[in-house]
C-alpha cells in the first residue's frame, strides 16, 4: 500500500498560512526546499486541491528554465513537472491544467474513493502540499498516514490555523530533523484512526 503523506509548513503558532491565505508570511528558509525536494524524488504522485494546484501551475513551470534560479529551485519545477497531479476540485477543467497535461481532476463526491484506488495501486508516495482544505477532510476520513509539519520560528498571529477540527485520529512522532543554518524544525508524525 501507497503512503499518502502531508508535507506543510506551519508557523510557530499552528498557522498555515497567514491574514487572507497569505503564504509568504511563513517562515521559509532553505530547509524548506532541501525536504521538499527530497520527498518529490520519493513519489510519484501528488494530491492537490484546486486553490494550491493553480498557485503551483502558475508558479513552477518557468523556474526550470530560469538559469537565475538557484539550482535546487530548477530541480523542484523539474520535479513537479514530471510528477503525476491528482486535483481534487468541482470547477477546474482540464483546460485548466497549463502545461501540466499529467493531471487528472477528481470531483469532490468521488474523491474518498478515488483516493483510496491511488493508496491500493502500485507505485511510490502519494504527497499533499499546501491543500489545507483538503488535507484535513482526508485525515478526518482516515486518509492521511504521515504528517510532516515543518516548524518555522514565525508567529503569525492571525491566519489559518493547520488544523480545521480536531480529527479523531492518534498521532506518534518518527522523525525530526533540522538542517545546519536552518531555523525551521521537521517533525514527522505516523497516524493512525
Known amino acids: 500500500m501507497r503512503k499518502l503523506i502531508v508535507c506543510n509548513l506551519m508557523s510557530l503558532d499552528g498557522r498555515y498560512s497567514g491574514p487572507d491565505g497569505d503564504v509568504m ?15 518529490l ?27 537565475e534560479a538557484p539550482p535546487l529551485e530548477r530541480e523542484i519545477s523539474r520535479l513537479n513537472g514530471a510528477i503525476d497531479k491528482v486535483v481534487v476540485s468541482d470547477t477546474l477543467t482540464a483546460d485548466q491544467t497549463g502545461p501540466w497535461h499529467n493531471t487528472r481532476i477528481v470531483p ?20 499533499v502540499f499546501g491543500s489545507h482544505i483538503l488535507w484535513n477532510d482526508l485525515l478526518a476520513h482516515g486518509l492521511v498516514d504521515e504528517l510532516h509539519f515543518m516548524i518555522g520560528p514565525g508567529v503569525v498571529g492571525d ?9 479523531d ?13 536552518s531555523s525551521l524544525l521537521l517533525t514527522c508524525y505516523a497516524v493512525s484512526s
Open 169 to 181: 485520529v492518534s498521532l506518534r512522532l518518527v522523525d525530526t530533523r533540522t538542517w545546519d543554518g
Open 41 to 67: 524524488r520519493a513519489a510519484d504522485t501528488m494530491l492537490l486541491g484546486r486553490t494550491s494546484f493553480e498557485g503551483f501551475r502558475d508558479y513552477w513551470p518557468p523556474v526550470a528554465d530560469d538559469s
Open 25 to 39: 508570511v511563513m517562515p521559509f528558509d532553505h530547509g524548506f526546499s532541501e525536504y521538499n525536494a527530497e520527498r
Open 159 to 167: 491566519g489559518v490555523p493547520a488544523f480545521e477540527s480536531r480529527p
Open 108 to 127: 469532490r463526491a468521488d474523491a474518498h474513493k478515488r483516493i483510496t484506488e491511488l493508496k491500493n495501486g502500485p507505485g511510490r508516495d502519494i504527497l
